[in-house]
């Protein structure tokens, strides 16, 4: 996990998740901290291994705690945040050891982690986009019934 040791540690990724906590201090619904990140890496890495999926554990930890870093660009330019956060993440990446196969592969997941659609059929990108959609605890939220999800995607259950 020295690669995603070095991601944590990496001034970009602290840079942006400092700007991100500032814009969504007051955020009454749900946030894109680092227990969110985190959530996200586990439940994908969970998917991997009782799938018995070929992704390596930093590989996906990579893919999860870079998938939201355009959020603090999306508050403040309007670019979607997959977008921003591809292009930001591939600076991240590459200075973490991540080799250009693997940038590619967690690249596409950031770029399509927001929709089934965008996911595609590729493998790690479909886990990065239940892992996000699954790490929500719906059914304890108190913004739940202001929450612009729709129904079906709201989490009433743990799904792993």
Known sequence: MERVNRIIQHEIFIKEMKKL??????RMYCRHDIDHLLSVARLAYIAVL????????DVVYGAALLHDI???????????HDKAGALIAETVLT????????????????????SREA????????ILYEADKGSRACFVCKA??????????KNYYVKR
Request: proline share 5%; glycine share 10%.
């Open 21 to 26: 906590n500032r814009l969504e201090r007051d």
């Open 50 to 57: 009782e799938e018995k999926l070929p992704i390596r554990k």
């Open 70 to 80: 355009g959020r603090a660009s999306q508050y403040e330019t309007g670019m979607p």
């Open 95 to 114: 200075d973490c050891g991540f080799d250009e196969e693997e940038c590619v592969q967690i690249l596409e997941a950031i770029s399509g982690h927001r």
């Open 119 to 126: 996911a595609g059929e590729k493998l790690l990108s479909k």
């Open 144 to 153: 739940q019934g202001s929450c612009n999800w729709p129904i079906e995607r």
